[in-house]
């Protein structure tokens, strides 16, 4: 291997903006993000549908519709 050539590893902890964390390696010195898989909507079944012009009914129609 050449000298100089590889990135440096460290030992992190990442972190998210809820406060999870865990430990993993990176070439950078710390990893920090705003939304994770612990606090994501989709992940923890939280998730909200925004329907202002009625759209989601309108396709449900639609489809109960076309399946008779």
């Known amino acids: 291997m050449k ?14 903006a809820c ?4 430990e993993t390696t990176s070439t950078v010195p710390s990893i920090g993000v705003t939304i994770c898989s612990a606090c994501h909507p989709f992940y923890t079944g939280a998730q909200k549908f925004v329907d202002t ?7 449900e129609k639609r489809f109960k519709k076309g399946a008779k």
């Open 3 to 16: 000298k100089e050539l590889h990135p440096e590893i460290h030992h992190i902890k990442a972190q998210c």
């Open 19 to 22: 406060g999870y964390s865990f």
């Open 53 to 59: 012009a009625g759209r989601i009914e309108k396709f």
